[in-house]
């Protein structure tokens, strides 16, 4: 490997080439700062003039991510920090989304941990909203909770049942914590109908 300074029509490169004077090996690519894709400087491993292995990207909106890359896209553990948001993720990647584990956490404390599927929340995760002090655990489909999830309010009441389309649909059980037990029946996120199926402690 040689270490080498080359221009390229979308930008510089400092670092280890091939023969062919082709990014391979360890470098840094200085963005034009006109890049469709937005990036600003790429530091990391290279392979056939396209980040693969371990780096770290800046896009000029202040994003950046580090971590695991194959063939110029995101691939394998990294984590993300989105400036203008003030959200970050750390987790893995599939094809430059978010696909396997991972924790998303919002600027204003809130965060789902679980599994992802092409960039949304998708099998088995844990929403927790930081304000309210009030949690879902259970199944996602295409970022919505759907199948089976368990819902703690605030007060340490906790309901268990079906959500459909990112809703409670159909029978579900409400266990209160002063010992109250309802059977309770939903459509499309509106109660219908409860039975107490155990009284609440004397």
């Excluded at 004077?21 to 491993?45: A, Q, V």
């Excluded at 691939?75 to 970050?88: I, L, P, Q, V």
Aim: charged share 30%; hydrophobic share 25%.
């Amino acid at each position: 490997m040689v270490v080498l300074k080359i221009r390229f029509e979308e930008g510089s490169y400092e670092g280890e080439c091939g023969d062919t004077k082709i990014p391979n090996g360890e470098g840094t690519f200085e963005f034009r700062g006109d890049d469709s894709n937005g990036r600003l400087i790429y530091e990391g491993c290279w392979k056939n003039k396209a980040a693969d292995g371990y780096g770290k990207m800046k896009w000029i909106n202040g994003d950046r991510y580090e971590g695991e890359w194959l063939n110029g896209l995101r691939e394998g553990k990294g984590a993300y920090f989105s400036k203008a948001s003030g959200c970050s993720y750390d987790g893995q990647y599939k094809n430059d989304l978010k696909e396997g584990t991972g924790k998303y956490v919002f600027s204003n404390g809130d965060y789902y941990d679980g599994q992802w599927k092409a960039g949304l929340r998708n099998g088995k995760g844990l929403y927790v909203w930081k304000e309210q002090n009030e949690k879902y655990e259970g199944d996602w489909i295409k970022g919505l909770k759907e199948g089976t999830g368990k819902f703690t309010y605030p007060n340490g009441d906790v309901f268990t049942g079906p959500y459909v389309n990112g809703n409670r649909h159909g029978k579900g059980e409400l266990v209160k914590k002063d010992g109250e037990i309802r059977s309770e029946n939903y459509k499309e996120g509106k109660l219908v109908s409860f039975n107490v199926i155990q009284e609440k402690s004397a």
